[in-house]
């Protein structure tokens, strides 16, 4: 399983960003994937999650009705639209493939499939 993101960057707060994750190694349209990250000092968090058809999702609260996740499986590729970043956006943000039958409302985001190298969201005037 490789999972390799890209888009992270410094940002001024109230601005937008669209990361990008590229996977490969397994068969990407047959998995639920996520978006995690992790703040400075502080535990691995869900943000957003998608169903292996897209059709379903979720996010967390403080994600929700600004941030946007999707998926191509055609090009085994996960993405989240991020707008409207704050400063408690700030954090190394994961490509995460779910175990079978795991979604975030019940399972801990310590324990996915896989993950991969992170990267970095900095949101700061």
């Known amino acids: 399983v490789q999972l390799v993101e890209s888009g992270g960057a410094l940002v001024q707060p109230g601005g937008s960003l669209r990361l990008s994750c590229a996977a490969s190694?397994?068969?990407?349209?047959?998995?639920?994937m996520a978006w995690l990250r992790q703040p400075p000092e502080k535990g691995l968090e869900w943000v957003a999650a998608?169903?292996?058809?897209?059709?379903?999702?979720y996010y967390d609260e403080s994600a929700e009705g600004r941030f946007t996740i999707s998926r191509d499986n055609t090009k085994s590729a996960l993405s989240l639209q991020l707008n409207g970043l704050k400063s408690d956006d700030t954090a190394v943000y994961y490509c995460?493939?779910?175990?079978?039958?795991?979604?975030?409302?019940?399972?801990?985001?310590?324990?996915?499939?896989?993950r991969g190298q992170g990267t970095q969201v900095t949101v700061s005037s």
């Open positions: 995460a493939v779910l175990h079978y039958g795991a979604w975030p409302t019940f399972s801990s985001p310590d324990n996915t499939e896989a």
């Open positions: 190694g397994f068969s990407f349209a047959d998995r639920a």
């Open positions: 998608i169903g292996w058809d897209g059709g379903a999702t």
